[in-house]
């Protein structure tokens, strides 16, 4: 990823027409693809799935960097990279009070991307 990369743009979430209809329903237009590929390569590492997983079900939907790092065997440094890359991805916001940096997950990326892998059932044959 880039070092100059911003926060990633979300694709339309009007409440008339869904974002991302299921990929088994329509294919993926290209457009759509270049937007939610860079979240999907973020959370291809084991260590981002699970930092994301925790911030998102934190007690008031944020956490502290100062409670994630101790999950894992890894330096300061390495989960802060980790970070960095949920952000530049656009799975999560950042906010610095004091000391700490605190994080939230962004929803509507999520719904977005759920939607796009949401497979709907078939009839029995």
Request: with cysteine.
């Given at each position: 990823?880039?070092?100059?990369?911003?926060?990633?743009?979300?694709?339309?979430?009007?409440?008339e027409?869904?974002?991302?209809?299921?990929?088994?329903?329509?294919?993926?237009?290209?457009e759509t693809?270049?937007?939610?590929?860079p979240?999907?390569?973020a959370?291809g590492?084991?260590?981002?799935?699970?930092?994301?997983?925790?911030?998102?079900?934190?007690?008031?939907?944020?956490a502290?960097v100062?409670d994630?790092?101790?999950?894992?065997?890894?330096?300061?440094?390495?989960?802060?990279?980790?970070l960095?890359?949920?952000r530049?991805?656009?799975?999560?916001?950042?906010?610095?009070?004091?000391?700490?940096?605190?994080?939230?997950?962004?929803?509507a990326?999520?719904?977005q991307?759920?939607?796009?892998?949401?497979?709907?059932?078939?009839?029995?044959?």
């Amino acid at each position: 990823m880039s070092k100059q990369a911003g926060p990633l743009a979300l694709v339309d979430l009007s409440a008339e027409t869904p974002c991302c209809p299921p990929l088994t329903q329509r294919r993926v237009p290209a457009e759509t693809a270049a937007v939610l590929a860079p979240a999907f390569k973020a959370l291809g590492d084991p260590v981002r799935l699970r930092l994301l997983s925790m911030i998102a079900s934190a007690e008031g939907g944020e956490a502290c960097v100062c409670d994630l790092t101790p999950a894992f065997d890894l330096t300061g440094p390495t989960i802060s990279h980790h970070l960095k890359t949920l952000r530049e991805a656009g799975l999560v916001d950042a906010e610095r009070r004091g000391t700490w940096v605190y994080y939230r997950a962004r929803p509507a990326i999520l719904r977005q991307l759920a939607a796009l892998l949401t497979v709907q059932p078939t009839p029995a044959a």
